[in-house]
């Protein structure tokens, strides 16, 4: 404990603080001293009045005033001073005068470099009388004495780490983290001590100030006991993760907390941390402390897919020189074996980002060859040793080379075949996918043997994009081997998509490939197989018989014929010779007339209408028509298509085919206007009574309709920004056809209102998506659907919808940013906002909404510099128009318990305090409700706001005349054109990815002690400044000696003092 204090304490700082009958460390004057940097600079160091030896005293100045220097010896400084204390028989007096000169360094709290060096010759100093663990049992008595002084230098931190002063809760801190990681990795503490450390870096960790919270945290990193479920540092350093809300301080914890099986998950969802920093370090620890095993295959896929989707570039930079090259060396450089442990077959998109990544880290083209595949003569990998990984990394490998250019022309010769022969090399592997029949897709692994060779053959098919196709004879021969895949009857329809994409993109005209597409789906409806022809009974009865007929005849001529003989009738045997010839051909006749009747077989198209067959050819169609120009409109081809196979299959009884053509139809609703208009009734049925899923694409194909022709789809000429039914627009009346034409787009507004009621989740978010869209692009400007979106975006019912949220969270921020009739829009939304949310019963989930924080946002939304191009000044700003609604709203009912909202929500305003008629509105609608409120929390914040209104026209010119002075300054770089008088306010951040509250001050008073709180951490974010003109190098370095800590000019004034 401080006990004594010397005259020069009181001197210097004015003040004596008496804490629980003990001298504690200066506080009140020494805040505001420490920030004074001329003072500052002469803080440390009177160490005159002192009643020790001579030699003693002059060797502990002498080594703390040496101590400050960078450019001295530290360890020499050490050594004599140890020498000294070791020649000492009584060491308590240099116990307390070492004390009091260290309390010197421990009461500055910025990071000067004077103080730190000498907190590190201090820690240097009291870690040399560590003695290692392994000595002779001889020296235990030299030992106890060596640590009397670690333990008293410890005892006193521990006794002080309550004091009032955060400067001295922060060196205390600091002192026991450097103390304890100065100390050998084998080195041992009383166990009571540790304890007492322990117990103090707790409450420590805790602290108010940011900074000190950072010290506790370190101190603490050789305390965890990973191994204990229980460890109280460990749950301590978990609290601070996620609770925290300073980044330094999560930085602090991410870098000293052992991972285990209770702290990866913590460590694991920093990676998705609000601040660029805790992330980049979060990928830093796991990739330097976590083994890939560590990780199951869900948290690698998510920690690739997010570090390098990032919007940091820094982070990015992280996932390609930390992460993956550790998880290589842990796999011996095998970049097979980490795809083969990401599961590529449900995360390629992924799998090929980590492969660029890894590819643009090679230093040249041949460190591209030697990994991974291994191609053949042909330039191609064996139809046997095809895997999902390494097709999936020649894809890749592919891809990358072609994004250069030119300079990877010639690697890529050395990767991929001529056309042709890929060609027959894909059409040989896509041949022999089996074709499962339904008992065989209930056994799982056949299904994903199956399920295995139909993602070999969707990456085989993705090559053909980096194929050389300019050659004639190569291009035509990829076209007819597309075609026969696709007319193959064991083709996949998941690889029918991109087959159809891949034929289109090698043609090159676009009739030539409505034609080719479809003829491919006639031949695949329609294919050409053998059919035999009915028989006719009664012709083949009569055959039979005529037969049975002439056989006996022969039979009985026979007979005959052998009788002549026997008679020797010669003449007569001859006739019947003759005879019986005739009859045997008769007979063969016969039996060629009968075997051509049972085989009557013939080859003609057959139509298929079976599901598997419909849905490969409305694939093929549904692509033709993503692939060609919505400006070529539909052409006879198309309209056939559409007649025969796409309006037929709408009413199918199999899902999955009524899905399809209804994204045909929609998709082909986008080629012609007329075609939309006709079959849009069609679409609204369709997302009213079909299957969720099946809605859900009928929903989209009408968001794109909306989107590409606006809500008066139904006329003729179509205007940019369609008004919203609550739109205010009366002004003119309109023909009967207009009329029917509005009820119609009523209608649809209406359906989309109650979507975003539905119990069906997909659907709703689609809804809320699809309207954001609509809003955004202007093709709608509705205030309620606006209040509506907001109200589902805080609804906590869709907490778990992540899609949701985010969208909205987006558009909100885009949306009020794009002009100043969006934030009009936003204005308007405001009160059917906050009455729906005040109204809401106790059993409605939006009862739950902090209504502080709607208001906030609506208020953020609408600040005119939160525009992305500022328009022209204008008399009215949007902040003022709500403040005269909110105004007549509070003055509605005065009792309401919303009006201190609707007060405070008006102390957060921009309000213009020019003179004009909307100020004296706004003065008019003050002074009633000053008449009418009681509420003191009310009348003070309209007080106040009035005073700021009438305060600004009387200081007109003396405002005036300070910003001429101020367009004089050389370092002031805007001009101050609002009341100096007017309270300042922080500036708050909504917060749009979620529920989370936004940072509110509410008064001046809170506004400084925001403004206080952002210098506790080095790294917090600091209050704006004018910008300044860039002093040069010679001025800069004046300013710096000007700052440096030097006390020889205190010590030498006090000398002389004495």
Same mark, same amino acid.
């Given at each position: 404990?401080?006990?004594?204090?010397?005259?020069?304490?009181?001197?210097?700082?004015?003040?004596?603080?008496?804490?629980?009958?003990?001298?504690?460390?200066?506080?009140?004057?020494?805040?505001?001293?420490?920030?004074?940097?001329?003072?500052?600079?002469?803080?440390?160091?009177?160490?005159?009045?002192?009643?020790?030896?001579?030699?003693?005293? /002059?060797?502990?100045?002498?080594?703390?005033?040496?101590?400050?220097?960078?450019?001295?010896?530290?360890?020499?400084?050490?050594?004599?001073?140890?020498?000294?204390?070791?020649?000492?028989?009584?060491?308590?007096?240099?116990?307390?005068?070492? /004390?009091?000169?260290?309390?010197?360094?421990?009461?500055?709290?910025?990071?000067?470099?004077?103080?730190?060096?000498?907190?590190?010759?201090?820690?240097?100093?009291?870690?040399?009388?560590?003695?290692?663990?392994?000595?002779?049992?001889?020296?235990?008595?030299?030992?106890?004495?060596?640590?009397?002084?670690?333990?008293?230098?410890?005892?006193?931190?521990?006794?002080?780490?309550?004091?009032?002063?955060?400067?001295?809760?922060?060196?205390?801190?600091?002192?026991?983290?450097?103390?304890?990681?100065?100390?050998?990795?084998?080195?041992?503490?009383?166990?009571?001590?540790?304890?007492?450390?322990?117990?103090?870096?707790?409450?420590?960790?805790?602290?108010?100030?940011?900074?000190?919270?950072?010290?506790?945290?370190?101190?603490?990193?050789?305390?965890?006991?990973?191994?204990?479920?229980?460890?109280?540092?460990?749950?301590?350093?978990?609290?601070?993760?996620?609770?925290?809300?300073?980044?330094?301080?999560?930085?602090?914890?991410?870098?000293?907390?052992?991972?285990?099986?209770?702290?990866?998950?913590?460590?694991?969802?920093?990676?998705?941390?609000?601040?660029?920093?805790?992330?980049?370090?979060?990928?830093?620890?796991?990739?330097?402390?976590?083994?890939?095993?560590?990780?199951?295959?869900?948290?690698?896929?998510?920690?690739?897919?997010?570090?390098?989707?990032?919007?940091?570039?820094?982070?990015?930079?992280?996932?390609?020189?930390?992460?993956?090259?550790?998880?290589?060396?842990?796999?011996?450089?095998?970049?097979?074996?980490?795809?083969?442990?990401?599961?590529?077959?449900?995360?390629?998109?992924?799998?090929?980002?980590?492969?660029?990544?890894?590819?643009?880290?090679?230093?040249?083209?041949?460190?591209?060859?030697?990994?991974?595949?291994?191609?053949?003569?042909?330039?191609?990998?064996?139809?046997?040793?095809?895997?999902?990984?390494?097709?999936?990394?020649?894809?890749?490998?592919?891809?990358?080379?072609?994004?250069?250019?030119?300079?990877?022309?010639?690697?890529?010769?050395?990767?991929?075949?001529?056309?042709?022969?890929?060609?027959?090399?894909?059409?040989?592997?896509?041949?022999?996918?089996?074709?499962?029949?339904?008992?065989?897709?209930?056994?799982?692994?056949?299904?994903?043997?199956?399920?295995?060779?139909?993602?070999?053959?969707?990456?085989?098919?993705?090559?053909?994009?980096?194929?050389?196709?300019?050659?004639?004879?190569?291009?035509?021969?990829?076209?007819?081997?597309?075609?026969?895949?696709?007319?193959?009857?064991?083709?996949?329809?998941?690889?029918?998509?991109?087959?159809?994409?891949?034929?289109?993109?090698?043609?090159?005209?676009?009739?030539?490939?409505?034609?080719?597409?479809?003829?491919?789906?006639?031949?695949?409806?329609?294919?050409?197989?053998?059919?035999?022809?009915?028989?006719?009974?009664?012709?083949?009865?009569?055959?039979?018989?005529?037969?049975?007929?002439?056989?006996?005849?022969?039979?009985?001529?026979?007979?005959?014929?052998?009788?002549?003989?026997?008679?020797?009738?010669?003449?007569?045997?001859?006739?019947?010779?003759?005879?019986?010839?005739?009859?045997?051909?008769?007979?063969?006749?016969?039996?060629?007339?009968?075997?051509?009747?049972?085989?009557?077989?013939?080859?003609?198209?057959?139509?298929?209408?079976?599901?598997?067959?419909?849905?490969?050819?409305?694939?093929?169609?549904?692509?033709?028509?993503?692939?060609?120009?919505?400006?070529?409109?539909?052409?006879?081809?198309?309209?056939?298509?559409?007649?025969?196979?796409?309006?037929?299959?709408?009413?199918?009884?199999?899902?999955?085919?009524?899905?399809?053509?209804?994204?045909?139809?929609?998709?082909?609703?986008?080629?012609?206007?007329?075609?939309?208009?006709?079959?849009?009734?069609?679409?609204?049925?369709?997302?009213?009574?079909?299957?969720?899923?099946?809605? /859900?694409?009928?929903?989209?194909?009408? /968001?794109?309709?909306?989107?590409?022709?606006?809500?008066?789809?139904?006329?003729?000429?179509?205007?940019?920004?369609?008004?919203?039914?609550?739109?205010?627009?009366?002004?003119?009346?309109?023909?009967?056809?207009?009329?029917?034409?509005?009820?119609?787009?009523?209608?649809?507004?209406?359906?989309?209102?109650?979507?975003?009621?539905?119990?069906?989740?997909?659907?709703?978010?689609?809804?809320?998506?699809?309207?954001?869209?609509?809003?955004?692009?202007?093709?709608?400007?509705?205030?309620?659907?606006?209040?509506?979106?907001?109200?589902?975006?805080?609804?906590?019912?869709?907490?778990?919808?992540?899609?949701?949220?985010?969208?909205?969270?987006?558009?909100?921020?885009?949306?009020?940013?794009?002009?100043?009739?969006?934030?009009?829009?936003?204005?308007?939304?405001?009160?059917?906002?906050?009455?729906?949310?005040?109204?809401?019963?106790?059993?409605?989930?939006?009862?739950?909404?902090?209504?502080?924080?709607?208001?906030?946002?609506?208020?953020?939304?609408?600040?005119?510099?939160?525009?992305?191009?500022?328009?022209?000044?204008?008399?009215?700003?949007?902040?003022?128009?709500?403040?005269?609604?909110?105004?007549?709203?509070?003055?509605?009912?005065?009792?309401?318990?919303?009006?201190?909202?609707?007060?405070?929500?008006?102390?957060?305003?921009?309000?213009?305090?020019?003179?004009?008629?909307?100020?004296?509105?706004?003065?008019?609608?003050?002074?009633?409700?000053?008449?009418?409120?009681?509420?003191?929390?009310?009348?003070?914040?309209?007080?106040?706001?009035?005073?700021?209104?009438?305060?600004?026209?009387?200081?007109?010119?003396?405002?005036?005349?300070?910003?001429?002075?101020?367009?004089?300054?050389?370092?002031?770089?805007?001009?101050?054109?609002?009341?100096?008088?007017?309270?300042?306010?922080?500036?708050?951040?909504?917060?749009?990815?979620?529920?989370?509250?936004?940072?509110?001050?509410?008064?001046?008073?809170?506004?400084?002690?925001?403004?206080?709180?952002?210098?506790?951490?080095?790294?917090?974010?600091?209050?704006?400044?004018?910008?300044?003109?860039?002093?040069?190098?010679?001025?800069?370095?004046?300013?710096?000696?000007?700052?440096?800590?030097?006390?020889?000019?205190?010590?030498?004034?006090?000398?002389?003092?004495?």
């Amino acid at each position: 404990m401080f006990k004594q204090v010397s005259f020069i304490d009181r001197v210097l700082f004015g003040y004596r603080s008496e804490m629980n009958g003990c001298l504690g460390f200066v506080n009140v004057y020494l805040i505001s001293f420490i920030h004074t940097r001329r003072m500052a600079c002469n803080l440390f160091l009177c160490l005159r009045n002192i009643n020790m030896s001579g030699d003693a005293d /002059i060797e502990i100045e002498e080594a703390f005033r040496r101590a400050q220097k960078a450019h001295n010896n530290k360890a020499k400084l050490v050594a004599s001073l140890k020498t000294r204390y070791n020649k000492l028989e009584n060491k308590t007096e240099f116990h307390e005068e070492f /004390i009091r000169c260290l309390k010197y360094a421990m009461i500055i709290y910025t990071r000067e470099p004077a103080v730190e060096n000498v907190i590190d010759f201090v820690t240097k100093f009291a870690a040399s009388f560590e003695t290692p663990v392994n000595e002779e049992a001889e020296e235990e008595e030299d030992d106890d004495d060596n640590n009397d002084f670690l333990n008293f230098l410890f005892n006193f931190l521990l006794e002080s780490h309550g004091a009032n002063s955060h400067a001295v809760r922060f060196r205390v801190c600091q002192l026991v983290n450097k103390l304890l990681g100065s100390l050998s990795e084998n080195a041992q503490i009383d166990d009571d001590l540790c304890d007492r450390i322990h117990d103090a870096m707790l409450v420590r960790v805790t602290d108010k100030y940011p900074n000190v919270r950072i010290q506790a945290a370190l101190a603490m990193a050789r305390l965890q006991d990973p191994d204990n479920s229980d460890c109280p540092t460990i749950k301590a350093y978990i609290l601070l993760l996620e609770n925290d809300s300073n980044p330094e301080v999560r930085r602090a914890v991410l870098s000293c907390i052992a991972p285990s099986a209770a702290t990866l998950p913590k460590i694991y969802k920093r990676t998705r941390d609000v601040k660029e920093k805790v992330r980049k370090l979060a990928y830093q620890v796991l990739a330097e402390k976590v083994h890939i095993r560590a990780l199951s295959i869900a948290q690698r896929v998510s920690l690739l897919h997010e570090g390098l989707s990032d919007s940091a570039d820094s982070v990015k930079e992280v996932i390609k020189t930390h992460l993956l090259p550790a998880w290589l060396r842990l796999l011996q450089g095998d970049v097979l074996q980490l795809l083969h442990r990401l599961d590529v077959e449900n995360c390629a998109e992924t799998a090929v980002t980590t492969l660029h990544a890894i590819f643009s880290m090679a230093t040249s083209p041949d460190e591209l060859l030697q990994n991974g595949i291994r191609l053949d003569e042909r330039k191609l990998i064996t139809v046997d040793s095809l895997t999902c990984d390494n097709v999936l990394y020649w894809r890749a490998l592919c891809e990358f080379v072609k994004s250069k250019g030119n300079e990877g022309e010639e690697l890529l010769e050395k990767l991929l075949p001529e056309a042709a022969i890929f060609a027959e090399y894909l059409y040989r592997y896509l041949k022999n996918i089996s074709q499962l029949s339904e008992e065989q897709r209930a056994d799982m692994t056949q299904l994903e043997m199956v399920m295995t060779q139909e993602f070999v053959g969707q990456q085989l098919i993705l090559l053909i994009g980096c194929l050389d196709t300019s050659e004639e004879g190569g291009r035509k021969r990829m076209i007819a081997v597309l075609q026969e895949i696709l007319v193959m009857p064991n083709t996949p329809t998941s690889l029918i998509g991109l087959l159809v994409e891949k034929l289109i993109g090698i043609l090159r005209d676009d009739a030539q490939k409505i034609q080719m597409v479809a003829e491919i789906i006639s031949d695949v409806r329609e294919p050409i197989l053998p059919i035999s022809e009915p028989v006719d009974e009664n012709e083949k009865r009569r055959k039979q018989v005529r037969l049975a007929e002439v056989r006996v005849q022969i039979m009985e001529a026979k007979q005959t014929l052998e009788e002549c003989i026997s008679c020797q009738d010669f003449s007569r045997a001859a006739e019947l010779k003759d005879s019986i010839s005739q009859l045997e051909e008769l007979k063969n006749q016969l039996v060629l007339e009968a075997s051509q009747l049972a085989e009557n077989i013939k080859e003609q198209r057959v139509e298929k209408s079976d599901p598997e067959t419909l849905l490969k050819c409305l694939t093929m169609c549904a692509e033709l028509f993503k692939q060609m120009n919505i400006k070529r409109g539909i052409c006879p081809t198309m309209n056939a298509l559409i007649e025969s196979l796409i309006l037929p299959s709408v009413s199918n009884p199999n899902p999955a085919v009524r899905n399809m053509a209804v994204i045909c139809l929609g998709t082909a609703a986008l080629h012609s206007k007329d075609f939309a208009n006709t079959h849009l009734v069609l679409l609204l049925q369709i997302t009213q009574l079909d299957e969720p899923k099946i809605r /859900i694409s009928a929903l989209r194909a009408l /968001i794109d309709q909306l989107l590409l022709n606006g809500l008066n789809i139904l006329q003729d000429k179509p205007t940019p920004i369609s008004q919203a039914p609550d739109s205010p627009d009366n002004s003119n009346e309109q023909p009967d056809q207009q009329t029917e034409e509005e009820s119609t787009v009523q209608s649809i507004l209406k359906m989309l209102s109650e979507f975003l009621d539905s119990e069906i989740c997909e659907l709703r978010t689609e809804t809320a998506e699809g309207l954001a869209k609509l809003m955004y692009c202007g093709r709608i400007l509705s205030p309620k659907l606006l209040s509506r979106l907001v109200l589902l975006w805080y609804n906590p019912v869709t907490e778990d919808d992540q899609r949701l949220r985010h969208c909205l969270g987006v558009f909100l921020q885009l949306y009020a940013r794009a002009s100043r009739a969006n934030q009009e829009c936003v204005e308007e939304s405001f009160l059917p906002t906050m009455r729906t949310l005040f109204n809401a019963p106790v059993t409605s989930p939006l009862s739950e909404v902090d209504t502080s924080n709607v208001a906030e946002l609506f208020v953020e939304l609408t600040r005119p510099s939160a525009l992305v191009q500022p328009a022209a000044i204008q008399a009215v700003s949007v902040h003022d128009s709500l403040a005269v609604r909110v105004c007549n709203e509070i003055l509605r009912d005065v009792s309401a318990p919303e009006v201190r909202l609707y007060c405070k929500t008006l102390s957060w305003l921009e309000i213009n305090t020019e003179p004009g008629p909307a100020n004296n509105e706004l003065q008019l609608l003050l002074k009633d409700i000053l008449q009418e409120v009681k509420d003191k929390y009310c009348t003070r914040v309209i007080e106040k706001l009035r005073n700021q209104l009438n305060g600004d026209r009387c200081s007109k010119s003396a405002s005036n005349q300070d910003t001429t002075l101020l367009n004089l300054d050389d370092n002031t770089g805007e001009v101050v054109n609002k009341d100096e008088t007017k309270p300042k306010r922080a500036k708050r951040v909504c917060c749009f990815s979620g529920q989370k509250k936004a940072s509110t001050a509410k008064n001046g008073k809170k506004t400084s002690k925001a403004e206080l709180s952002s210098d506790e951490s080095d790294e917090e974010n600091v209050p704006e400044v004018p910008p300044s003109v860039r002093p040069s190098r010679r001025a800069k370095m004046a300013a710096l000696d000007k700052t440096k800590q030097d006390l020889t000019a205190l010590m030498n004034q006090e000398a002389n003092g004495s």
